[in-house]
């Protein structure tokens, strides 16, 4: 008779739980403090290898939901939208912990980093492959259900799936920009905004690059509505 702490799977560990999760490999993933320039190795790379896990799961659910979308399957390609969103969420989170390591220590911490910069993240690439993917397929979606940004936002009511679809993707693009927003303060409060970053892009490019917007039209409708409605300024 076999006891259930035994474990039955292959693989390295010596449980189940460390065998399927991989703790060993994972855990090993991080250098070890005799390895490190700073204790706070261990911060910086625990907060970019989780990003990037988070990331790899949104693009996951992400392009999952292109395929719902193509083909007129919209509350499984909702439900998965708003999972990617809370992906992102966790990025943002993550990011925020960055707060916590000091700007002389970081210089420690970057002194290991070779060339390394966010712009090489496989997660952020894969993000700005797919989200273009997604805005068309949208697009693809509401002219062949005869409709359009207008009507769909004007007549909710009448289009409450379309309209829930959009918003979800509003809420990709608002975290996305939201994101970069902190990603930025976080940049200057801990290297500066008058320097260079490890690829020698200028802290000040990464400004230029926040108002980076995947379903313009998302965001341009909402002018229209207002105008619509004669609320604008004169
Ligand atoms: C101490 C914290 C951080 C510093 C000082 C920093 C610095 C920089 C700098 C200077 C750049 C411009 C490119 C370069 O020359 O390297 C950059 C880009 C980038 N970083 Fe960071 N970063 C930090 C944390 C993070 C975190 C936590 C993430 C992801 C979770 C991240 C993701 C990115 C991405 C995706 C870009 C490209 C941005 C774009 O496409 O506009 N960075 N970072």
Redesign the pocket.
């Known amino acids: 008779m076999t006891d259930v702490k035994d474990p039955i799977l292959p693989g390295q560990g010596g449980t189940d739980y460390e065998r399927y999760l991989r703790t060993d490999e994972l855990l090993a993933l991080q250098s070890p403090p005799g390895r490190m320039a700073h204790r706070d190795e261990l911060l910086?790379q625990t907060?970019?290898q989780a990003?990037e896990l988070w990331m790899k799961l949104a693009c996951f659910e992400i392009t999952t939901a292109i395929s719902h979308v193509q083909a007129d399957h919209l509350r499984p390609a909702i439900r998965l939208l708003r999972r990617a969103v809370a992906g992102l969420d966790q990025?943002h989170n993550?990011?925020l912990m960055?707060e916590h390591?000091a700007p002389w220590d970081?210089h420690s911490v970057?002194s290991q980093l070779g060339h390394g910069?966010?712009?090489d993240?496989p997660g952020?690439r894969q993000i700005?492959d797919l989200s273009p993917q997604l805005a068309s397929a949208f697009m693809t979606l509401v002219d062949r259900r005869g409709a359009s940004l207008h009507d769909i936002y004007r007549f909710s009511d009448q289009h409450a799936d379309l309209f829930d679809l959009a918003e979800r993707l509003m809420d990709w693009d608002e975290r996305l920009l939201l994101w970069?927003t902190l990603?930025l303060k976080?940049?200057e409060r801990?290297?500066g905004s008058a320097v260079?970053?490890?690829?020698?892009?200028p802290?000040e490019?990464?400004g230029r690059?926040l108002d980076?917007r995947y379903f313009q039209p998302l965001w341009d409708i909402r002018n229209a509505l207002t105008a619509e409605a004669g609320t604008s300024p004169a």
Do not use: E, N
């Open positions: 910086f907060i970019h990003s990025v993550a990011t960055l390591l970081y970057r910069s966010g712009f993240s952020f700005h970069r990603h976080l940049v801990v290297i260079i970053g490890t690829q020698g892009t802290v490019v990464l690059r980076i």
